[in-house]
């Protein structure tokens, strides 16, 4: 539908026909009394010439303001036509990048779709996500993440063939439609893209460096259908850091199930249905609870108690776990300032995922915390596991050492479940290694266990690393652990995770109980 003109316009037009055909009426009359008074038609041959001299007169006053008319007509039509395409343009594109918008990639993937089944090219979809996007924006401000988005922009079509469609659909995520191109071309064009992403990029006198993920569908069902695919395998190679992932099936078999769950979960974190618990930590050398290990719990309304190992990947692959942590971290503050102004100084120890070890944000946000809860940065201690630490050593040093510059104190969790030596560990800047329950449950049966935990303490002493054993559920282990040498211990025989508001009770207990001359 032609738009039409405004009621304004009309009117304005209108108004000036008026004043222009009074303007011919008045010269034409002027003239035809001027050419009575000085008998014009004498001149010319005669009466009859009089009308015939008045007539082209007005013929050519007519002439005149026509054609200036004319050619502001014909000036509105261009500029209509320039206004009608702007906005087709602004209706297609994106206003910050100038790529396709998400309304006219649906356009295009849906006759690319439509020319697929009916024997045309097949059809790939490739989403693109930038990685710690929002780090750039929080810490040099939205401008400068414009300026990022643009070069990114910039910087995929200058990959991308001559006649492929990229599109960005908004915030950091960007879109690739390919036409002709099976599953290992477009994996191709997939890392290639996310190895473009990874070279610096020149931003207001800044070298950013960010990085990508980006999931890959190729053909089958709608173009929906292609999106949402390559969305499911966007996050798939996000969470397991792969850059690039191709859709397939067994991602997504569950996916209606995690959709649910994405969605509760965001409302649990936003709503505070998040716990924390906390199993104390005992010195072995005399029985003195030094601090607590916070683990989150979930207690959702309907289904119950929610297991970490179910919430904790999803939070993760969503990016849910940067709040997540955030949460647990200040009810875990919170807490501590609480026993500390009721006379018990315990450090809490939170656990960090193996995303919140790429999030350089976290030492400026783990700050901010402590001096909003009074709390000196010894009071909290964060732990890693060793495979987190193995996805990016170079990342994952850097936001360690931000960490402990604060004066964080840090631990590896789980140690010998992963694959890093422990030499290697030793370049990361902790202070304490935790051996896993499994080495610690069954040493009393295995000797070969019994031998890891005894090589493990030694060596880590002679590293300077304090050692922690986890999984400790009889007075047996309990006992070996002191002839050991170990540092520290928790575990059921010693207590089991538990509010808050019931930790000083069983510090009490623990002390009470550990005195006893029986029990090392």
Request: charge should be negative.
């Amino acid at each position: 539908m032609e738009p039409s003109a405004p009621p304004g316009a009309v009117r304005a037009l209108r108004a000036r026909v008026l004043r222009e055909a009074a303007v011919v009426v008045l010269l034409t009359a002027a003239f035809g009394v001027a050419s009575v008074h000085w008998d014009l038609p004498a001149h010319l041959g005669g009466p009859v010439d009089d009308v015939v001299l008045v007539l082209a007169f007005s013929h050519l006053l007519m002439m005149v303001f026509g054609k200036r008319r004319s050619d502001e007509l014909k000036a509105e039509a261009v500029n209509r036509r320039e206004a009608e395409q702007q906005l087709r343009y602004r209706a297609q594109h994106d206003a910050l990048t100038g790529l396709l918008n998400r309304a006219a990639l649906a356009e295009a993937a849906e006759r690319a779709v439509e020319e697929a089944c009916a024997g045309g090219p097949s059809v790939a979809v490739l989403l693109l996500d930038l990685d710690r996007f929002k780090e750039v924006n929080d810490t040099l401000g939205h401008h400068v993440g414009d300026d990022l988005l643009r070069a990114v922009a910039h910087r995929l079509a200058g990959e991308l063939r001559e006649g492929t469609v990229l599109a960005r659909l908004g915030g950091d995520e960007f879109v690739v439609l390919l036409r002709g191109c099976d599953a290992p071309g477009a994996e191709e064009v997939a890392q290639r893209a996310v190895r473009a992403l990874r070279r610096p990029f020149p931003v207001d006198g800044l070298l950013l460096e960010v990085d990508g993920s980006c999931g890959v569908a190729v053909g089958g069902g709608t173009a929906a259908d292609l999106l949402r695919h390559a969305d499911v395998a966007m996050y798939a190679a996000k969470a397991d850091h792969l850059g690039v992932a191709v859709y397939r099936p067994a991602l997504d078999a569950d996916a209606p199930d995690q959709l649910r769950t994405f969605g509760e979960l965001r409302r649990a974190i936003r709503d505070g249905e998040l716990r924390v618990h906390y199993q104390p930590r005992v010195s072995v050398a005399d029985g003195r609870v030094t601090g607590v290990e916070a683990l989150v719990r979930w207690e959702h309304p309907e289904r119950g108690l929610v297991p970490p190992a179910e919430f904790i990947p999803l939070a993760e692959q969503t990016g849910l776990i940067r709040p997540l942590t955030d949460a647990v971290l200040d009810q875990a503050l919170t807490a501590g300032r609480r026993w500390r102004d009721a006379g018990l100084e315990l450090t809490v120890g939170v656990n960090l995922s193996a995303r919140s070890l790429l999030d350089t944000g976290l030492a400026d946000r783990v700050a901010e915390l402590l001096l909003a809860h009074a709390l000196p940065a010894t009071a909290l201690e964060l732990e890693i596991t060793e495979s987190a630490a193995m996805k990016d050593p170079g990342r994952a040093l850097e936001v360690l050492h931000r960490l402990r510059d604060l004066g964080v104190e840090l631990s590896v969790d789980d140690y010998g479940t992963g694959h890093a030596s422990l030499a290697y560990l030793t370049r990361l800047p902790v202070g304490t290694l935790k051996i896993d329950r499994s080495f610690v449950q069954t040493m009393e049966l295995d000797a070969a266990d019994r031998t890891i935990v005894r090589s493990t303490v030694d060596l880590a002493h002679s590293l300077g690393l304090q050692v922690v054993a986890e999984g400790v559920e009889t007075r047996a282990t309990w006992e070996e652990l002191a002839r050991l040498g170990c540092d520290s211990a928790q575990g059921y025989w010693l207590a089991r995770p538990m509010p808050d508001a019931d930790v000083p009770d069983a510090v009490a207990e623990l002390h009470r109980r550990l005195a006893a001359p029986h029990v090392v």
